[in-house]
C-alpha cells in the first residue's frame, strides 16, 4: 500500500502542478493581453490628439492663406486701376 500511496500522491501532485502552472499561464496571458491593449489605446488617444492638433493647424493655415491671397487680389485691383487710370469703385 505504501508504494502505491506514494504513486498515487505523486501523480495527484504531479495534476496540481500542472493545473497551476496552466493557471498561472492563462493569468499571465491575460495580464499580457490588457498591458497590451492598454498600451494600444494610449498611443491611439495620442494619435487622436495629433490628428486634431494637425487638423486645427491646417484649417489655421488655410484660414490665413485665403486672407492673404484675398488681399493680393485686391492689390492686384487696385494697380489694376491705377495702371488704366481709372478710379476703382468705393469698397
Do not use: C
Not at 500522491?9 to 500542472?18: A, P
Not at 488617444?45 to 494637425?54: K, N, V
Amino acid at each position: 500500500m505504501d508504494i502505491i500511496g506514494g504513486l498515487l500522491m505523486g501523480i495527484v501532485t504531479g495534476y496540481l502542478v500542472v493545473v497551476l502552472l496552466i493557471a498561472g499561464g492563462n493569468a499571465l496571458m491575460d495580464w499580457y493581453k490588457r498591458r497590451t491593449q492598454r498600451r494600444i489605446a494610449r498611443i491611439e488617444a495620442e494619435l487622436d490628439r495629433t490628428s486634431e492638433e494637425l487638423r486645427t493647424t491646417i484649417l489655421s493655415l488655410a484660414q490665413h492663406l485665403s486672407a492673404d491671397a484675398h488681399e493680393a487680389r485686391k492689390a492686384l485691383i487696385r494697380e489694376s486701376f491705377l495702371a488704366s487710370g481709372k478710379v476703382p469703385p468705393p469698397s
